[in-house]
């Protein structure tokens, strides 16, 4: 009786390592089409896109009202770009050039899949298993420019199509997301 009870906890065990890894990759827990909307030029839950009508994009944020019904947008000029926003999507366009749309669309909530917070090892692995290789390195002040701060930012930078999909982390944890041609 000692020995078959001693047989199952042994095969209960080897079972819950095999439990604590992965449980298949990554890609098959990832349901969102990354390639899809960086064809788009969007990202997932955001009804901007790339290039859309600066004046069309500005009515929708100011709609966005905060927690006493006053309008949330701000607008403001960083550099040679104006972004607008309503505290978690941000669009930008060339302020010299405002018929050209939007050049950078930002949210700084979860995007294609993943969450505010999720680790850049974690984004690096299933963007690899969907076959994307990234550019990891130090957020420039170029990439953040939409942030009011930024110091000790990296990067994870993929090129989908002729569009640059990058996710920004602070402390390796995700900030930011952001689309760009």
């Given amino acids: 009786m000692k ?3 001693c047989l199952v906890l042994c095969i209960i065990f080897i079972f819950s390592l095999c ?9 098959s827990n990832h349901s969102i089409d990354i ?3 960086a064809k788009l030029g969007q990202i997932n839950d955001i009804d901007y896109k790339l290039g859309s009508n600066i004046e069309d994009a500005k009515n929708l944020l100011s709609e966005t009202l905060d927690d006493h ?6 607008e403001y000029e960083s ?7 309503d505290g978690t999507v941000y669009i930008c366009y060339k302020t010299e050039d405002e018929s050209a749309g939007a050049t950078h669309i930002v949210t700084c909530n979860g995007a294609y899949g993943f969450n505010l917070g999720d680790m850049s090892t974690q984004i690096r692995d299933v ?4 076959g994307y290789d990234s550019t990891e390195r130090e957020a420039t002040r170029d990439d953040i420019f939409f942030l009011p701060m930024g110091a000790d930012m ?20 995700l900030s930011a997301t952001v689309i760009s041609k």
């Fill in 79 to 85: 550099g040679k770009y104006t972004v607008m926003s």
């Fill in 127 to 130: 963007m690899s298993d969907f």
């Fill in 3 to 5: 020995k078959i009870l």
């Fill in 19 to 27: 439990a604590c890894g992965k449980g298949g990759n990554a890609k």
């Fill in 154 to 173: 990296t990067a994870l930078e993929y090129k989908i199509k002729d569009t640059t999909v990058l996710f920004v982390f602070q402390e390796h944890a």
């Fill in 35 to 37: 390639e899809y909307y």
């Fill in 69 to 74: 019904g006053d309008p949330n947008f701000f």
